[in-house]
């Protein structure tokens, strides 16, 4: 007990002197060791046994955490960051080991404990937050359950004070009517709620190290900022060691006291947050930054791509008529109604209203932008606007096709099916993994009868050279690339059958900095070669402003905002969109970050 009360101590004395910091005071040499160091590794070297040969994930890396501090781990997918991160939970996936170097807990080794220690350690002194809430929930117990359970095992109370004690922590992490809400399930959940809860669990132990894997990567804007101010109170109220392992340099930006550099498993660059933002001494960090798509203007890459053309845009270009300038499709008078559940046993069911706008119409070759928060019904209108949800009233009419409720033929069907195609936010999940790329591409190419059967090797060879891979890449499957490149055959296979029209559903959200700068930059090249016309659905406002001609911001199934991309983040109209451009993370708004740390 005198231990614990020690520590805990020294952990207020820890914060104090770290909120100092943030302050701008000057610590004396003696208060400065006083400031112990929580976690720390040593040339931590961590290996995947292979038949052929061992694979090395993280080579020789050096990291410290005080109290009190948010350490930002930045890298590109595959540098080593959520290994590491693992690795000091003790969860490394098999046959990955810690084959040298040491993981220090305040002293302690945690590399010679034995399973049975670290999971006594697992939660209560060390936390985690997974990148995926849904997953990390279990879906078929409450909320509420799940965290009193977590509170009774980690620290040993009666039920009955460990279901207050989760309501308390629901409350303390922004859970509104929360003693109501513990007897829902997480699907009842917004994503940003089931963050919320997933943060408090992390916290039932009251840990002393907290590890944020991705934990915004699939948030919005204004709900990835509520996010991470909780982070960073809860950083500050309770003296924790924070380690943010994202890709994401403007949450670095916005929330790490100090940044850790990855690349391919090894340490490029460390530093303060902001000497490392604006004065980055490695050409990889400048790479790195350089990639991030600016939310202040548009930039020259993104507007005038070098224009790549070949023998493909030519198959790709046959059979388009004369393109106009007229509406390519329109939507009038939309809205989709869902039902809900019954509010009792003899009641009636409701419904929801997710989508309810006028109009809105999409020129030929143009971008149109769909910005909002989760649950605004941006992918809903989107899927209404290319026939994949049936609209409960009103229509949408395509120039070459005609109202989609009239496409009723087969071969109306398969036409406009032709001329519409998607690229999906989960490049994974959207190919089959059990079919080779090559086979992948061909298969709508046969389909849709556009090529001979001896001619199909050559043009899937041709559209993946189109998109930046070799045509031996047709010889593989889906789970031997990058998330980059999957994203790239995604592409390939929409464009596969000389589409028209390309609904982008979140296409770069997955994807790190320069990969998701390289899926722009293509998307954008084609769209100036092929002429096609877009409707882009994102919730990043920076990537939106890059690639869109108009924007339409999108609030509670309504359409709030819509004009030309330029205005609208120059001098938007609606306090919501002002309210969406705000709470934007910038990579240069370090110094205002630190401000208001420093205030809280």
């Not at 781990?73 to 990955?96: C, D, F, R, V």
């Not at 605004?376 to 070459?400: E, W």
């Not at 120059?570 to 709470?583: G, H, I, K, S, V």
Request: charged share 25%; aromatic share 4%; net charge neutral.
């Amino acid at each position: 007990m005198g231990r614990d009360l020690s520590r805990r101590d020294a952990a207020r004395d820890g914060g104090c002197l770290q909120s100092r910091r943030r302050l701008g005071a000057r610590l004396s040499e003696s208060e400065a060791e006083m400031t112990d160091i929580l976690c720390k590794t040593k040339d931590l070297k961590i290996t995947f046994p292979h038949r052929l040969s061992d694979f090395t994930a993280v080579h020789g890396f050096d990291m410290e955490v005080r109290r009190g501090e948010i350490v930002g781990l930045i890298g590109e997918s595959g540098a080593g960051k959520s290994t590491i991160g693992n690795a000091i939970m003790g969860l490394l996936s098999h046959p990955g080991k810690v084959s040298g170097g040491r993981i220090d807990l305040e002293g302690q080794n945690l590399i010679d404990l034995t399973d049975a220690a670290m999971a006594r350690l697992r939660g209560r002194r060390i936390g985690m937050i997974f990148q995926d809430p849904m997953t990390s929930l279990n879906p078929l117990m409450t909320v509420g359950d799940q965290l009193a359970e977590s509170i009774a095992l980690l620290q040993d109370r009666p039920m009955a004070q460990a279901r207050k004690m989760a309501a308390d922590r629901l409350d303390a992490v922004g859970i509104p009517d929360a003693v109501n809400r513990m007897g829902q399930y997480p699907h009842e959940f917004s994503g940003g709620m089931r963050q919320r809860v997933v943060i408090a669990l992390a916290m039932a132990g009251d840990p002393d190290l907290l590890i944020a894997d991705e934990p915004t990567t699939a948030l919005d804007v204004s709900v990835q900022k509520q996010v991470l101010d909780l982070i960073r109170s809860i950083c500050v109220e309770r003296s924790l060691g924070v380690i943010l392992v994202t890709h994401d340099m403007g949450v670095i930006a916005e929330t790490a006291d100090r940044v850790y550099v990855m690349r391919h498993g090894e340490l490029v660059e460390t530093g303060p947050t902001e000497q490392v933002i604006h004065k980055p001494s490695q050409q990889y960090t400048r790479d790195l930054i350089a990639s991030i798509p600016s939310i202040e203007s548009r930039e020259e890459r993104f507007r005038n791509p070098v224009k790549r053309t070949g023998e493909i845009d030519q198959w790709l270009l046959e059979g388009h008529k004369h393109e106009g300038t007229d509406d390519y499709v329109t939507a009038s008078a939309l809205t989709k109604n869902f039902a809900t559940r019954k509010t009792s046993f003899l009641g009636r069911a409701g419904s929801f209203r997710a989508v309810d706008i006028p109009g809105l119409s999409i020129a030929r070759g143009e971008v149109l932008g769909l910005v909002g928060e989760s649950g605004s019904g941006k992918s809903t209108l989107g899927r209404m606007m290319i026939g994949l949800v049936q609209p409960s009233s009103g229509n949408v009419h395509y120039s070459d096709h005609g109202p989609l409720a009239e496409v009723r033929s087969r071969a109306a069907r398969k036409a406009l099916r032709r001329d519409v195609q998607v690229v999906f936010q989960d490049p994974y999940s959207s190919l089959n993994s059990r079919m080779r790329v090559d086979h992948i591409l061909a298969e709508p190419i046969r389909f849709h009868g556009l090529a001979d059967r001896g001619e199909i090797p050559r043009l899937v060879g041709a559209l993946l050279e189109r998109v930046g891979l070799s045509p031996d890449a047709g010889r593989k499957f889906p789970h031997q690339f990058s998330g980059g490149q999957r994203q790239r055959i995604c592409i390939a296979r929409a464009l596969s059958v000389r589409p028209r029209f390309l609904l982008c559903d979140e296409p770069t959200s997955a994807l790190d900095v320069s990969i998701q700068a390289e899926m722009l930059a293509l998307l954008m090249e084609l769209r100036r070669s092929l002429g096609l016309t877009m409707l882009f659905v994102s919730h990043d406002l920076a990537v939106v402003r890059q690639v869109s001609d108009r924007v339409a911001v999108m609030k509670q199934g309504k359409i709030v905002e819509c004009q030309d991309a330029e205005p609208l983040f120059d001098a938007p109209q609606n306090d919501y969109t002002r309210m969406l451009l705000d709470t934007a993370p910038r990579a240069s708004g370090h110094k205002e970050a630190i401000n208001l740390r420093s205030a809280t």
